[in-house]
């Protein structure tokens, strides 16, 4: 089973995929196309983590962080 989870600052689980594969050969490998819906998401830092369990073993985690923030429009104001 391939498991990326979408987790906040303090380890919390804000969102897991999970996905099961099979007859996957050494060296090969597969793509999932997950989508995290932030509409709800409090502003911060998040990390996604990914692994791999196989044969009652897990793969080493591989980890992005990433960062919400808040996007600021100002009116443009043209002088003639």
Request: overall charge negative.
């Amino acid at each position: 089973t391939a498991v990326v989870q979408i987790q906040t600052d303090g380890g919390a689980v804000v969102q897991e995929f999970s996905h099961e594969y099979g007859n996957l050969a050494p060296g090969n490998g597969i793509n999932f196309a997950d989508v995290w819906d932030t509409t709800d998401i409090t502003h911060g830092s998040y990390r996604v983590i990914a692994y791999v369990l196989y044969d009652s073993t897990a793969t080493e985690p591989r980890i992005a962080y990433v960062k919400t923030r808040w996007s600021i429009y100002l009116p443009l104001v043209l002088r003639l």
